[in-house]
């Protein structure tokens, strides 16, 4: 069986750094924390960086500090993991959609400025898959109509847009550490980073309570932090990322040159991107069948995502009347192969040489 994504890392100095948190017995908002918060903000190149619970609580958090709520708009796109859009409806606000590029699956900027109302706060564009939205149009849009913008780079760890890591671009960026993800913890994990100081502060003192001296609160916040375990095992594999990275872009690229002379539909990486290939996404009219003859020879692969959250059933009543064309077209063609960094390249052969047979069967 070729696995669709498998763990495996640097053990033992995973597990030294786990062994060094128990022995110290402290396992909330301790020196690991300080540290890894550090040192992915240095990583970034940002100020500062908030470690939360998750991703989902990431953008949470972001879209609350913001003071965003009812009566207020966020524009985003349908073609996401829903937790974008539940960051927007879980403050009360309104997600408002915006369709993607069709090949970038990123969000289609010439169609934002139609959507902006005089209740508009925020834009978040999602780095999906790994490879960056264009952020300097948003940025200028932003600016123009005085919006914030969260970046949802839950799936885009060191991926950079005009040599800057995304995160970094907008107001608020924020980071799952989800097992899978490109730095992923061994558990729930996320980060809020930003430039300003007092957006920091405020995230951390929502993801604590509210509080910032023990036991004064001064609004409500919620429990969202990143355990100690977790930031010990995070900060050994931050040192691995760049090197992770370079393997996934390698094995994009085995994939891209094979792929494209049977005429599949690659990825892209615009020329303004460092894709980081979270996920490598391919499209085909018959997907469902592809991805069922894959199977039957022992290759998994998933999709990303099926249901567009316009179409999910916890968003349909709201949202009825949207058409997104090249969101809901996409979807039924798109197919994530196996990538991860330590995949073996004979099972990359196996997967291109299968898809080779399938298309020359379904040519007759
Ligand atoms: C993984 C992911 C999230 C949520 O992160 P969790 O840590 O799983 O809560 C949000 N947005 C996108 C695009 C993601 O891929």
């Not at 872009?249 to 894709?275: F, G």
């Not at 991805?291 to 990303?304: A, C, K, N, P, S």
Request: proline share 3%; net charge neutral.
């Amino acid at each position: 069986m070729i696995e669709f994504v498998r763990i495996k890392d640097e053990l033992i100095e995973i597990e030294k750094a786990i062994q060094g948190v128990i022995k110290r017995g402290w396992f909330i908002l301790g020196e690991e924390v300080e540290n890894f918060e550090r040192e992915f903000a240095h990583y970034l190149g940002v100020k500062y960086a908030v470690s939360v619970n998750s991703g989902s609580d990431a953008l949470y958090l972001a879209v609350k500090a913001l003071g965003i709520g009812p009566g207020d708009e966020v524009i985003t796109v349908a073609h996401t993991f829903i937790s974008t859009v539940d960051a927007i409806t879980r403050n009360g606000a309104t997600p408002v959609f915006v369709d993607i590029e069709p090949d970038t699956y990123c969000i289609d900027v010439t169609q934002i400025e139609e959507k902006i109302t005089d209740r508009t706060k925020a834009i978040i564009p999602v780095h999906l898959y790994g490879h960056p939205a264009d952020m300097d149009p948003i940025m200028e849009i932003a600016k123009r109509y005085n919006l914030y913008v969260i970046e949802d780079a839950c799936q885009a760890h060191g991926a950079e847009y005009k040599g800057k890591k995304v995160g970094s671009v907008g107001h608020l960026g924020c980071f799952s550490f989800y097992p899978v993800k490109n730095l992923g913890a061994y558990g729930d994990g996320g980060m809020v980073v930003t430039n300003n100081e007092e957006l920091a502060e405020r995230i951390k003192m929502l993801r604590n309570y509210g509080q910032k001296k023990k036991y004064f609160h001064e609004f409500i916040g919620i429990n969202s932090r990143l355990d100690e375990i977790q930031a010990a095992v995070l900060r050994v594999k931050l040192k691995y990322l760049d090197e992770w990275n370079n393997k996934r872009r390698e094995i994009a690229t085995l994939y891209n040159r094979a792929l494209k002379r049977l005429n599949v539909v690659t990825p892209v990486e615009r020329d303004y991107a460092k894709h980081v290939y979270h996920l490598y996404v391919i499209r085909h009219e018959n997907r469902d069948k592809l991805q069922r003859y894959l199977l039957e020879r022992g290759i998994q692969t998933q999709i990303h995502y099926p249901v567009p959250v316009h179409k999910q059933k916890a968003y349909l009543e709201r949202h009825l009347q949207i058409k997104l064309t090249v969101t809901e077209r996409i979807c039924g063609e798109i197919v994530s192969l196996p990538i991860y960094p330590w995949i073996n390249l004979e099972d990359v052969r196996v997967v291109i040489d299968t898809i080779n047979s399938f298309l020359s069967q379904t040519k007759v």
